[in-house]
Structure formats: C-alpha cells, structure tokens
C-alpha cells in the first residue's frame, strides 16, 4: 500500500538559515510527487512536483526538493529561511490514477 | 475570486444535526475531492469524484455523503453529525482544465472549512 511519512512533526529553525524537511515514500511503481503548504487559516499550496525527469526539481519560493529512488525519499530544501516560511508543510505521493496519500505534516517555526 | 471556494468558511453544530458543505470551481476541472484534516494525521481523502456521474469512496467515507450537483459543484454531507468529525475540511480539483501546462495529477485546493460538533 502507499504510505508517506514525514519524520518530524515540529521543526524550528533560525531566520537565515538552511532548511530540510524529510519525506519518504512507499509505493510500487514510480511515483509522482508533491510539497504542499498551508499556511495559518489558508488551503494547500503547491511548492513542487515530480513527475519525471530530473530528480532536482525547483519549486514557488526558493524552495526545491531531490527525489532519491534509492532512499524513497524526497526531502525539501531552502537555503535560507524566512519568517513568512512559518507554516505546515505536507509531502504527498500519487500515481497515474489521480488520487493523493498525504504525509502527517511538519509544522516549521522560524525565529528571529 | 478563489478558482475553489468552499462554503461555509467555519460552522458550529450539534450532535446529530446534518449538515453540508459546500463547493464549487471555476477551474473547468472534471474531478473533485473531499479531505478531512486532523491534528497529526494530515489529510485523509474522504470521497471523490472523476466526472459528473462517478461518485467514490476514499478512505475514510464512513459518516459521510457526497452529492456532484454538476461538474463545478461537489458537496458533502453529514447525515448525523458526531463530535470526532470536528475537524477541518478541504475541497480540491484536479483535471485537464483551462490552460497551458496542467496535468489531472496536480490538485488545487479551497482555502478549507473549519467544522465543530458539539
């Protein structure tokens, strides 16, 4: 069955400083997938998405994420963060059939 | 506008009362979702829908029923409300739709309905 985990549920990090969010992944085939995030009282907004193709793929907001085959992961990244980054962020896989299995969501706190 | 707007935004009820919510696209999409989001569990799909006449169940259906009025318009009911579906509610599309680059695999969601049962 498909499943998605992402292992951190709170993340605090310094303004300015480097972000990595973990995703990893289980499905039978290759997957297609995504980085959502919500920010407080708002929906999902797509940050990224992959389908194929290069496994570095670059994302809305200076955000990118590297699909590891190997791993079965699909971490996102930023290299330096901003307090309007505040927010939860979910990974999520999907396939050709058009459906999506979400992560649990990391909430990312960013301090002064 | 919102291309996916859900209505009501925030609703209160009481145990056993049905209620619906509602949504509606302006995206020309063909298929539409129903999640439910909790504290720790993310989102967990709760019906959707390919086209007008395809209705199915996601994984957690139990409690819930949906109506696609027309292709821009998906509901959801609760036939009797119960306390442990407080929660937040989101509506997504997905689907061909208008415009250059879009695939059936990307959904776009509606900025949520907060729902408590009492």
């Known amino acids: 069955a498909q499943s998605v985990t992402q292992p951190d549920i709170h993340i605090t990090v310094s303004e300015g400083a480097s972000l990595e969010l973990r995703c990893n992944y289980s499905?039978?085939?290759?997957?297609?997938l995504f980085w959502y995030v919500q920010s407080p009282g708002q929906g999902l907004q797509l940050l990224l998405k992959?389908?194929?193709?290069?496994?570095l793929v670059q994302g809305i907001k200076g955000f990118e994420a590297e699909f590891k085959r190997s791993q079965s992961s699909f971490n996102l990244r930023k290299p330096s963060v901003h307090w309007s980054d505040a927010a939860e962020y979910f990974c999520?896989?999907?396939?050709?059939?058009?459906?999506?299995?979400f992560g649990q969501g990391t909430e990312l706190s960013v301090k002064p | 506008d919102a291309d996916v707007t859900q209505t009501p935004r925030n609703r209160i009820t009481k145990t056993g009362k049905r209620i619906m919510l509602e949504c509606s696209q302006t995206?020309?999409?063909?298929?539409m979702y129903w999640y439910r989001q909790d504290p720790g569990l993310g989102l967990r799909l709760i019906y959707y829908?390919?086209?007008?006449?395809?209705?199915n169940k996601g994984e957690i259906s139990d409690g819930y029923s949906v109506s696609r009025q027309a292709q821009a318009k998906f509901s959801l009911s609760l036939e009797s409300a119960i306390p442990n579906q407080t929660a937040l509610y989101f509506c997504?599309?997905?689907?061909?739709?208008?415009?250059?680059?879009?695939?059936?695999?990307?959904?776009?969601f509606g900025a949520g309905t907060r729902l408590s049962v009492l």
């Open positions: 997504a599309t997905s689907g061909e739709g208008i415009g250059v680059g879009l695939t059936k695999n990307i959904q776009y």
């Open positions: 499905y039978g085939a290759t997957p297609y």
């Open positions: 992959y389908f194929s193709g290069d496994t």
């Open positions: 999520a896989v999907g396939n050709q059939g058009g459906k999506l299995i």
């Open positions: 995206k020309g999409h063909d298929r």
């Open positions: 829908s390919f086209d007008v006449k395809d209705i």
